[in-house]
């Protein structure tokens, strides 16, 4: 395989003019840093879970910025193939969630399930909805996901472990999940249809990933579909335990010592061949 080193700023104290402007406090940045060197954040092109970057030889250190700020300096070795696939933008950026407010979702006290949405993509008042669908058969905490790059995707993040995965069953059509899942997706494409028809904006050019998170025990699993029709991400959640369960059965056995591995499955749902499949 082939490397290349890509070193930069991925985050800085200094103000940016995202979501009407936005600074972050130097502690979350630390945090951040603390993050990267115990290997917990996964790389993506474009924030794009579909397009996932191997990534090795990684060095985080906070460094003083030309504003005055102070910056989170990354040097990793990137696979060249994973780095040109992702296109052409070459810079960093990072992304941050933040829970809605008490008055609009309570969070509750050993949630089972979290639906994170990508702000000004989709509104609070959706999330809120299909959260409510949710609760009506697990614990669910919702959030919104701020991106800070050029074009945003539209996300929908599904964290869950294992159990709640199997749960889901063949009769998916029953599942208060996918309920809450079918009207994000929904009201995403009438409200994309609307700006579309009214001139206004944003509206992504892509259609939404819907990514699930999923906690296996000794392993991670992530996977996403692009789609904005309800029968593909049907299809998708049917199918996905079983991918999953295939998937992890194939990985190599864990190096001792490494027990802060990344995610260790990756999974692309590809609409035509109906099916789940590992993007390398």
Request: no cysteine; proline share 8%; net charge negative.
């Amino acid at each position: 395989m082939s490397w290349k080193r890509v070193v930069g700023f991925v985050a800085t104290t200094d103000p940016i003019k995202a979501y009407g402007g936005v600074r972050l406090a130097e502690e979350a940045l630390r945090s951040m840093h603390d993050q990267f060197v115990r290997g917990e954040v996964p790389m993506n092109g474009h924030h794009d879970s579909l397009l996932p970057i191997r990534t090795r030889n990684l060095v985080a250190s906070l460094r003083p910025t030309e504003r005055g700020g102070l910056g989170l300096w990354l040097e990793v070795d990137v696979h060249e193939d994973d780095w040109e696939r992702s296109g052409l933008a070459r810079g960093w950026s990072y992304s941050a969630q933040e829970n809605l407010p008490p008055e609009e979702w309570p969070t509750p006290s050993q949630p089972v399930v979290s639906v994170t949405i990508a702000a000004g993509r989709f509104a609070n008042i959706d999330l809120v909805a299909a959260l409510q669908l949710i609760n009506r058969e697990f614990p669910v905490t919702g959030s919104r996901l701020f991106q800070f790059s050029a074009l945003p995707p539209a996300r929908v993040i599904v964290e869950m472990g294992w159990p709640v995965l199997v749960a889901l069953g063949p009769n998916l059509a029953a599942s208060a999940i996918w309920d809450g899942l079918k009207l994000l997706v929904l009201r995403f494409q009438v409200r994309k249809d609307r700006a579309r028809e009214s001139g206004t904006g944003p509206v992504p050019i892509d259609k939404p990933i819907v990514e699930f998170h999923v906690a296996g025990g000794d392993f991670r699993a992530t996977a996403a579909v692009r789609t904005d029709n309800p029968d593909v991400l049907q299809k998708a959640m049917e199918a996905l335990s079983d991918s999953i369960k295939v998937a992890a059965a194939q990985l190599p056995a864990p190096v001792a010592g490494n027990e802060t591995r990344p995610p260790s499955v990756y999974l692309g749902y590809d609409d035509e061949g109906q099916g789940w499949t590992q993007p390398h």
